[in-house]
């Protein structure tokens, strides 16, 4: 069976050539570990919660630019960078995507513009985005307790273990 071209591929051909640009090296590394963890949680947890595949690749889309910004211009890494971060992907990535409908640019939108209001329960698909953010941070050092002892990882974990 040929591997399908998926509107997947289509973000991630807006979103590659932007990560690849970053000049230092150890933000780019940052911007693929990250974001990218942060997509494919994001995918699984979805699909963990009952969510269809299409809302599955727009969790992962949300995941692969939630923090984009702040890798390509690390002045960026503030309290606002949540917002900065909607508005960059909305210029650079979601504005140009041929297949998705506006509800669903919306939802990649607000998932990323929410991102960092962790201490709020937002949509379902907001919260997607959360997790997935903390648990990625988590997972990656499974030893180190700031993360790890989070109540919303650990909720996460318990969902997903
Ligand atoms: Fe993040």
Redesign the pocket.
Known sequence: MERQYTRLDEARNLIDPLIKGIKDEESKRGAYV?LYG?GLLASLIALKRGCSRKIAELAEIAGML??LLTYVDRAEDTDDHAHKCADYAKEHVLKKLKSFTDEELDMIYFGIYNHSDKGIKGSRFDEIIKDA?AAQHALRNPQENYFYQMPRVQQVLKELI
Do not use: A
Request: hydrophobic share 20%.
């Open positions: 990250h942060v939630h923090d953010d």
